[in-house]
């Protein structure tokens, strides 16, 4: 499923403008849109899913603009919502083959293996008779996911899903969602956890403030950040130097002082080696370091 999202703008009727001319592009597999609290990735995932008109600007799904073909873009359409919560107390599966009524699968011997199929998959099979309202915060998450994947949708879109759950559960919801990324659908995922973007995503979207300051492959950040990431030993009063003038991202003590890790375009004052940057180097980097420098120049 080819996704484009052309000149898209949101402003509420408060005034916040939540996305300024946002350009994307994207086709199967999983796509990061990455950015912190108050970026836009809530109000973009709400307009993809067309739950929310935009301002101005379309998302086109394989050339048809959603809004216009809304019933269509719908049934093709799974969705976790940030703030997923039942209101009910039904079973685990019967919450499950509730929502596979509501995808449109009639068919209630199709749809009931179908829910124990995906409750496998998702690892709650165990759980199928216990009420929904009673598991755990990392399973609720996983029933949201199982919701979003029942019927069989072609684009599959979840908004924070690991927000709150402890990294056991983290890593598990990552391994669901690159196992289905091998199929042929399109996963957007949204976070502001750096480490929630893997390298299963093809590509990803860096936001802030309503606005794109970066698209590609993670890779790409990473190779942005390289030979700006520095590494160096500093006595305790070096530290407090170091402090004043750069961008500290890691601490750990050693025999005389500390060694400290700094994003910076160069450490003229110091005895400083670069290192390898991670992803979430490369997030600090872009969003703190890069942009400021934007800013200022
Ligand atoms: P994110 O998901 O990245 O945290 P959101 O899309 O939720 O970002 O929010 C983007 C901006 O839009 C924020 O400034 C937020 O306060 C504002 N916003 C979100 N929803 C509404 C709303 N219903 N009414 C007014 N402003 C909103």
Redesign the pocket.
């Known amino acids: 499923m080819k996704i484009e999202i052309r000149d898209l703008n949101k402003i509420?009727p408060?005034g916040?403008r939540?996305l300024k001319n946002i350009n994307l592009e994207f086709g199967h597999g999983m796509f990061g849109l990455l950015?912190p609290?108050?970026?836009?990735?809530?109000?973009l995932m709400r307009i993809i899913v067309t739950l929310m008109k935009p301002t101005s600007g379309v998302v086109l799904v394989e050339g048809k603009d959603i809004q216009k073909h809304r019933k269509e873009i719908r049934a093709m359409l799974g969705y976790l919502p940030q703030d997923f919560r039942f209101f009910t107390a039904l079973k685990t599966w019967e919450f499950l083959d509730y929502s596979g009524s509501l995808a449109g699968m009639r068919n209630r011997k199709q749809r009931i293996a179908e829910v124990d199929r995906l409750l496998d998959q998702v690892g709650l099979l165990e759980v199928r008779d216990r009420k929904a309202n009673r598991l755990s915060g990392g399973m609720k998450r996983r029933l949201g996911i199982a919701q979003a994947l029942i019927g069989n949708p072609r684009i599959i879109v979840v908004d924070e899903p690991t927000t709150g759950l402890d990294p056991d559960e983290r890593i598990r919801f990552r391994n669901i969602l690159s196992t289905l990324s091998q199929n042929d659908v399109t996963i957007i995922l949204?976070t502001h956890i750096v480490g929630d973007i893997s390298s299963t995503c093809q590509g990803m979207a860096l936001?802030n403030r309503?606005e794109l300051v970066f698209e590609g492959k993670p890779e790409d950040l990473i190779r942005h950040a390289e030979g700006h990431v520095f590494r160096m030993n500093l006595t305790p009063y070096e530290y407090e130097k170091a402090k004043e003038r750069y961008n500290v991202i890691s601490t750990i003590p050693v025999d005389a002082g500390w060694e400290v890790q700094v994003v910076s375009d160069d450490v003229p004052e110091f005895e400083a080696a670069p290192i390898i940057p991670n992803i979430e180097h490369a997030y600090v980097y872009y969003m703190e370091h890069k942009m400021h420098a934007e800013l200022t120049e």
């Open positions: 509420y408060n916040n939540a950015g609290n108050g970026a836009g990735k809530s109000s949204s936001l309503g």
